[in-house]
């Protein structure tokens, strides 16, 4: 994969320039943003936030978070790591309680559950973004936001297999790709719903990129978001893109509970604002 593929997509794939209009046809021009989440608030649907903990009673955030976990590196520990519950669950650098606020605002009813794998200074090892990933599949998340990546290849199975796992397992993996033009996993994976930057600010307004391994674009630059302390903080970066597909995400499956994974990256597709219906 060469550089030019991996380039951060905020700065080339979005700009007017580059979008292509797709042409919806057939039973897919049906699909409707109305038809797709009108009228839905995320209810019942349980999120999983990985990254650096979310402040739980972050006025933002409404009460919505339902409980959280720790996952911290031990060498000494069977798999490297150990598990343990953060009660109530705390952000160590606000990162992930601004992708939490976004996830909220979006769908509102949406149960937010904080996995906490990185540090105050943002720093964390594989293996414990790994066992954060493992832990919201086996219990019963239905969607995962995960605005970090690693770009260690020896990595690259294990990521892998465990999108797979959330995949058969009906889950959503929600993946913001890396802001420097390098690989990073678990973005590159087609199972996976890839989302990079623009620089828009509706929160519903995304497009879907006709030439992945980024697949959609969604607003992540100058967005104001909730910041650990109570705070309020304007961020940049394709990690504040993946959670307004999360709560979009989100939305539908709760109004389409029985949709799958693929299906709702179908629906995606078709809702995206590049995607034109026959007629209009």
């Given at each position: 994969m060469s550089?030019?593929?991996?380039?951060p997509a905020w700065s080339q794939d979005f700009t007017p320039e580059a979008i292509q209009q797709l042409l919806a046809q057939g039973p897919f021009a049906q699909i409707?943003?109305?038809?797709?989440?009108?009228?839905?608030?995320?209810?019942?649907?349980?999120v999983a936030v990985v990254d650096s903990g979310v402040e739980h009673d972050h006025p933002a955030l409404e009460g919505c978070v339902r409980g959280g976990v720790v996952i911290e590196y031990d060498a000494?520990?069977?798999n490297q790591h150990r598990i343990r519950r953060d009660d109530p669950p705390a952000d160590v650098s606000g990162?992930?309680?601004?992708?939490?606020?976004i996830v909220h605002a979006i769908?509102?009813?949406?149960?937010?559950?904080s996995v906490r794998v990185l540090g105050r200074n943002m720093g964390g090892r594989a293996i414990q973004f790994a066992a954060g990933l493992d832990w919201a599949i086996e219990n019963g998340m239905q969607i995962a936001n995960l605005?970090?990546?690693?770009?260690?290849?020896?990595f690259f199975g294990l990521f892998h297999d465990l999108a797979d796992q959330a995949y058969f397992k009906n889950m959503n993996l929600v993946c913001a790709v890396n802001n420097i033009p390098e690989p990073s996993y678990p973005s590159l994976y087609s199972s996976v719903i890839s989302v990079a930057a623009h620089d828009g600010k509706d929160p519903f307004l995304y497009y879907y990129n006709t030439k992945p391994p980024v697949e959609f674009g969604a607003p992540g630059i100058d967005v104001e978001v909730a910041w650990k302390d109570k705070q309020y903080i304007t961020c940049t970066g394709n990690?504040?893109?993946?959670?307004?597909?999360?709560g979009i995400t989100a939305l539908i499956r709760a109004k389409h509970p029985d949709l799958t994974p693929f299906?709702?990256?179908?629906?995606?597709?078709a809702c995206a604002a590049n995607t034109k219906r026959e007629g209009k």
């Amino acid at each position: 994969m060469s550089e030019e593929d991996l380039r951060p997509a905020w700065s080339q794939d979005f700009t007017p320039e580059a979008i292509q209009q797709l042409l919806a046809q057939g039973p897919f021009a049906q699909i409707t943003p109305d038809w797709a989440w009108g009228g839905s608030t995320g209810k019942g649907i349980r999120v999983a936030v990985v990254d650096s903990g979310v402040e739980h009673d972050h006025p933002a955030l409404e009460g919505c978070v339902r409980g959280g976990v720790v996952i911290e590196y031990d060498a000494r520990a069977k798999n490297q790591h150990r598990i343990r519950r953060d009660d109530p669950p705390a952000d160590v650098s606000g990162h992930r309680t601004a992708c939490a606020g976004i996830v909220h605002a979006i769908a509102p009813e949406a149960e937010i559950y904080s996995v906490r794998v990185l540090g105050r200074n943002m720093g964390g090892r594989a293996i414990q973004f790994a066992a954060g990933l493992d832990w919201a599949i086996e219990n019963g998340m239905q969607i995962a936001n995960l605005s970090l990546s690693t770009s260690l290849e020896e990595f690259f199975g294990l990521f892998h297999d465990l999108a797979d796992q959330a995949y058969f397992k009906n889950m959503n993996l929600v993946c913001a790709v890396n802001n420097i033009p390098e690989p990073s996993y678990p973005s590159l994976y087609s199972s996976v719903i890839s989302v990079a930057a623009h620089d828009g600010k509706d929160p519903f307004l995304y497009y879907y990129n006709t030439k992945p391994p980024v697949e959609f674009g969604a607003p992540g630059i100058d967005v104001e978001v909730a910041w650990k302390d109570k705070q309020y903080i304007t961020c940049t970066g394709n990690s504040f893109a993946a959670p307004h597909i999360t709560g979009i995400t989100a939305l539908i499956r709760a109004k389409h509970p029985d949709l799958t994974p693929f299906q709702v990256k179908s629906v995606l597709l078709a809702c995206a604002a590049n995607t034109k219906r026959e007629g209009k």
